[in-house]
């Protein structure tokens, strides 16, 4: 499927996915960007698979992240990612993309990958489309980026990305609280819930893409959103066939 011109690969998971196989199972599509892609991260240590194994041999979780992509190519991709699955919940996180800006001539001129607005209208969007496939929606977010100065260009840069993180932040939360989607907020909550944050949970550096170390904690807090929706769904007996 192209945009001006340059395919979008579907993610491999997508790819290699069977509904025939998963008929009776309850299924899970993950969407968002790289800390939902996990490509840096084994396949067995990633919060997705992770969370597989939690629920149990019922549950099918289907990875459709693409790194570097915001919540406007989720909403694009929608038809080809997520409908052909025909799941039961969908997982969605862009926060750190539909925020992430790039710098021009001075250290203060740049532009957002999606606008805040355009992140709320994408993120209401998604959630009318899994409710219209009788489809439960979750959001989640990252942990807090830390204030590692050699993960940004510059200092101002470090200033100006965190003040947007924090902005978009309320948007997700805002949007979650107005539609009562359940939200798993790591950006508030992970540095409670983790001994020696953040050195032990990102590889310094980079500040964004948490590393294995955090993959259990993440699954956890997920698990808690998604399992209610599946026992929920077990106990009507609308998985068996569908």
């Known amino acids: 499927m192209p945009i001006l011109d340059e395919p979008i690969p579907a993610p491999i998971e997508i790819e290699e996915f069977d509904l025939k196989s998963c008929r009776g199972k ?6 968002g960007d790289s800390i939902t892609a996990l490509e840096r991260i ?3 240590q990633r919060w997705t698979t992770l969370l597989e194994t939690q629920l149990g041999s019922e549950v099918r979780v289907v990875n459709a992240g693409i790194g570097g992509t915001s919540s406007s190519l989720g909403l694009f991709r929608w038809e080809r990612d997520v409908t052909p699955v025909k ?3 969908v997982v969605i996180c862009f926060l750190l993309n539909d925020s ?3 710098h021009y001539e001075c250290r203060s001129s740049y532009v957002v990958q999606c606008t805040p607005d355009r992140m709320d209208a ?3 969007t998604m959630v009318e489309r899994s409710r219209m496939m009788d489809a439960e929606p979750v959001f989640w977010t990252p942990p807090p980026v830390p204030e590692w100065p050699e993960a940004f260009n510059s200092p101002t840069h470090m200033e100006i990305q965190l003040e947007l993180l924090d902005h978009y932040l309320l948007t997700v939360e805002r949007v979650a609280r107005d539609l009562q989607v ?3 907020n790591f950006w508030r909550t992970f540095p409670s819930l983790a001994d020696n944050y953040p050195d032990d949970y990102f590889d310094y550096p980079d500040g964004y893409h948490s590393n294995a170390h955090s993959q259990p904690i993440l699954s956890e807090g997920i698990v808690e959103r998604v399992r ?9 007996h609308n998985l068996g066939g569908s």
């Open 122 to 124: 994408n993120l209401r």
């Open 100 to 102: 992430h800006i790039r």
């Open 42 to 44: 084994e396949r067995p």
């Open 228 to 236: 209610p929706i599946f026992e929920e769904r077990k106990t009507a």
């Open 87 to 89: 799941p039961h919940c």
């Open 26 to 31: 309850f299924r899970i599509v993950v969407l």
């Open 182 to 184: 359940p939200l798993a």
